[in-house]
């Protein structure tokens, strides 16, 4: 019904920067909200950063807040997230999720639609 497709992961030096894309298909993508998440092995999955329908609110973890941030397109379908000043702890699989609503959501309870994961790897 709804597909999502990440692009973008790597790896990247401490300080350096990334840019997650996300394209969405299967539904009209400016209804809902979008999110990021992130996973590191052994570790529950993280809310990264949040975007409503339009584009107009976002939200951020406090540990990326000034260092990522979250913008969509609707009119191409997409979702981005651009990581600056990467830090070792930034390494996880990064997951983009299509929210239910149109509003921001925290908690991956709230997300139907996931794309398959990146891997972004920070070395020191």
């Known amino acids: 019904q709804v597909q999502l497709v990440e692009s973008g992961g790597g790896l990247v030096q401490a300080g350096g920067s990334l840019r997650l894309s996300c394209a969405a298909s299967?539904?009209?993508?400016?209804?809902?909200?979008m999110g990021w998440f992130r996973q590191a092995p052994g570790k529950e999955r993280e809310f990264v950063a949040g975007?409503?329908?339009?584009?107009?609110?976002?939200s951020y973890t406090a540990s990326v807040k000034g260092r990522f941030t979250i913008s969509r397109d609707n009119a191409k379908n997409t979702v981005l997230l651009q990581m600056m000043s990467l830090k070792p702890e930034d390494t996880a699989v990064y997951y983009c999720?299509?929210?239910?609503?149109?509003?921001?959501?925290?908690?991956?309870?709230?997300?139907?639609?996931w794309g398959q994961g990146t891997q972004v790897t920070v070395s020191s």
């Open positions: 999720a299509g929210a239910r609503g149109s509003f921001i959501e925290s908690t991956s309870y709230f997300y139907d639609y």
């Open positions: 299967g539904r009209t993508f400016s209804s809902y909200a």
């Open positions: 975007i409503s329908w339009s584009g107009g609110s976002t």
